[in-house]
């Protein structure tokens, strides 16, 4: 099992907007496991992040293959664009236990 976890950077005064898209956008794709949405309680303010499980790499590329050839995906990003600042990162791990 592999985390995808993806951290964003929001605009001041956007949070619970980007917020409300990540958590729309989550029930519009309805994977079949579980995704985390995380808000920053301490440290960088106006932090949002996310975390995906996949059985494996396989399946996280042809997750976010699918997801990008969407058109639903399009007009998020270019919505998503508009909230989100410079920075924030992608990570993957490997689950340990």
């Known amino acids: 099992m592999i985390v995808h976890r993806m951290t964003f950077y929001i605009k001041p005064g956007h949070l619970e907007e980007a917020r409300e898209m990540v958590v ?5 794709v309805n994977w079949h496991r579980p995704i985390r949405l995380y ?7 106006n932090t949002l992040a996310t975390e995906n499980d996949f059985a494996n790499l396989a399946e996280y590329e042809q997750y976010w293959n699918d997801w990008f050839a969407s058109p639903a995906a399009l007009t998020f990003l270019e919505k998503w664009d508009t909230l989100v600042e ?12």
Request: proline share 4%.
């Open 39 to 45: 808000t920053s309680k301490m440290g960088r303010f």
């Open 86 to 97: 410079p920075g924030g990162g992608q990570e993957l791990w490997d689950l340990a236990t």
């Open 24 to 28: 729309a956008e989550i029930k519009r």
